[in-house]
């Protein structure tokens, strides 16, 4: 990605000159669509997944050309409760039992009883691709955005660090690391933190056709993708035949990442290890759900400012007529 | 007595401002709050001031200020051009901050629509809405900083 041209533009004359230009060195992954249009989600079976992490050697290998390289020493930063958020060194790389920005996709274990017997079951955790994602809705850039196929992306030449994408994540996924970002050019000191990362779940390869590394490289099919009216039906037909339970249909409104568990999710969430870069499996309500009543109230309200100015004129003038008939 | 000849006696023209200034400043507030910079440089922890650290609080209050604006700004149109336009008239200062309102407020109801479920706007779009949003408003504290200073008002006597 051209990272070099795309800073030094942001610095050039106006900002609207600077978001031109930065425009044109974004490339266009919104052309990564599905064949109908429609948006991609995936159906990922918690029954087969065997925590082999072939899925997560998968995604570091073809995603390591997007992993931060930030320069050091890191700039000085204040105030003083700004904290740098480093996982550049050898061993911050090599962390694989959580989200890290190298590390876009996890495996969580969880030991719960499944028809009477222990088992333990493991699960690929990574960003669940909202279809209506907080993260895109509120980043105050738009470096994080929704793409037309239903995958979320974080812009690494754009994005300034500032954590509220993983603020507002429901699932606390995107990852922050310090030293690398368009923030090193504006105000190193003073705004921004670094970049934010995550699962773009292989929009590139998608875009030119291939599977997402983490689907194609699993040995036991854990996950398929497909578009999202499919996936669903599939994961309907497996509640209903096989009894098993679904997360991500209706979580936070909806996500284009479906689960499906031979345990309810309350049971398999008490089972599992939550924290910084340890997604949960709670429910979610829609995060976004105010924006969506409000702006109906804001197509309302010029139609009630009308009428009240209607009004209010209406009697204006016709009390003026009257005044006018009084003094004649 | 007529409306004509005691132009002063609009109610309006005692409630327009105080009301335009509200919603400006609380517009304005919870709009620099998208950005994290609140709690960053401790204004979040002033008692009273914790709500502008919660990104989905001053979003939701944002959201309100647009619904009260856009019925504010129908009403002072109506009222201006029904009522108040034989006893005044537009200074050029005013035309500049209309346009600039008006900036603002194309640019904000592309990003409510961008954050909409169902609708996705390219990625060239989605930036550039996001920024020139903030860039306007920038624009108007500027411009209204500046006529403040000058005393360029909206309205002037005919």
Sequence with gaps: MPKELSRRSFLKGSLAAACATCAAQVPLPASAKSKDGQELATLIDIRKCIGCEACVEACREVNDFKYPEPEKPFPKMYPKRVKVADWSDEEGREVRDRLTPYNWLTIQWATVSVDGEETELSFPRRCMHCQNPPCADLCPWGAARKLENGITVIHPDICFGGKKCQVVCPWDIPQRQTGVGLYLDVLPSLAGNGVMYKCDRCYNRIAEGEMPACIEECPEDVQVIGPRDEIVKEAHRLVEEEGVYIYGETENGGTNTLYVSPVPYETLNLAISKGPGQPHFDQVEDQMAHADNLAKAMVIAPLAGLAAAVGRVYNATKKLGDDTGDAS | ?158
């Design chain 2, 1 to 158: 007595m007529t409306l004509e000849t005691t132009p002063r006696a609009y109610a309006e023209l005692k409630f327009f401002k105080p009301l335009y200034f509200i919603l400006l400043f609380t517009m304005g507030l919870t709009g620099f709050g998208q950005m994290p910079i609140f709690k960053r440089y401790y204004i979040a922890d002033i008692p009273g001031l914790g709500w502008l650290a919660d990104f989905y609080a001053t979003h939701y209050i944002h959201y309100i200020g647009a619904v009260v604006l856009f019925g504010f700004f129908v009403y002072a149109a109506v009222v201006y051009f029904g009522l108040m336009r034989k006893a005044f008239q537009l200074t050029w200062a005013a035309y500049i901050r209309i346009a600039i309102l008006a900036l603002i407020a194309v640019t904000g109801i592309f990003r409510v629509m961008k954050n909409l479920p169902d609708v996705v706007f390219s990625p060239l779009f989605t930036m550039v809405i996001d920024i020139s949003h903030l860039v306007f408003m920038m624009f108007l504290i500027v411009f209204g900083i500046l006529f403040m200073v000058f005393k360029k008002r909206w309205l002037v006597e005919k």
